[in-house]
């Protein structure tokens, strides 16, 4: 089983930063994908990035440029860096854990473990 805690969300104003970390339990962390999604009130849970366990990522067109996720396996933590952000960036941030030694997915479906979320707000 695989514990996973958000922390760095927040209030900013559109065009600021918020860094996203994601911390994970157990042994097996290093070989998990890891994934960020969002949900804005009354909308879908969306993609937003994914890194796999080797490094490769992979990122929604609407944060490509903006938005970088990395991983540091010493610490067993995912981090979102949101750079530029936008009033339509504003959402519950979860981060998911997939078991597979697989690229890294924008599919839902593919990840096994979630965390609680974290709220990002973004005001115009």
């Known amino acids: 089983q695989v514990q996973l805690v958000e922390s760095g969300g927040g209030l900013v104003q559109a065009g600021g930063s918020l860094r996203l970390s994601c911390a994970a339990s157990?042994?097996?962390?290093?070989?998990?994908?890891m994934g960020w999604f969002r949900q804005a009130p009354g909308k879908e849970r969306e993609f937003v990035a994914a890194i796999s366990w080797g490094g490769i990522t992979n990122y929604a067109d609407s944060v490509k440029g903006r938005f970088t996720i990395s991983r540091d396996n010493a610490k067993n933590t995912t981090y979102l860096q949101m750079n530029s952000l936008k009033p339509e960036d504003t959402a519950v941030y979860s981060c998911?854990?997939?078991?597979?030694?697989?690229?890294?997915?924008?599919?839902?479906?593919?990840?096994?473990?979630w965390g609680q979320g974290t709220q990002v707000t973004v005001s115009s």
């Open positions: 157990g042994r097996s962390f290093r070989s998990y994908a």
């Open positions: 998911a854990a997939d078991r597979t030694f697989g690229l890294p997915s924008a599919t839902k479906l593919q990840y096994d473990y």
